[in-house]
């Protein structure tokens, strides 16, 4: 079980959590949403929680919950910039289906 983060991905939240100034990593995990039924969620962390798994990729905290593993395992993490947008791409092998807007998926 593994989740990982591209280079470019790690320098964004290495950035941003050096301007926050403080926290162990980012915590990603999944919530129930969208048209396809899961989104991802991502915050900061400050504080494990019981049961949290604690991956690291290019020298950044990955904190994943248990239940949103399950759905996640073998993510990986980009950052992108596309013209004018620009935010974290997720490269998941157990999407069965996505929204046609992508913000949601299944599994």
Known sequence: ???????????????????RGKGLGIRVGVTTTGCSGMAYVLEFVDELDEGDKVFEDHGVKLVVDPKSLLYIDGTEMDFVKEGVNEGFQFHNPNVKGECGCGESFSV
């Open 1 to 19: 079980m593994a989740l990982t983060l591209t280079e470019k991905a790690a320098r964004h939240v290495s950035s941003q959590l050096s301007a």
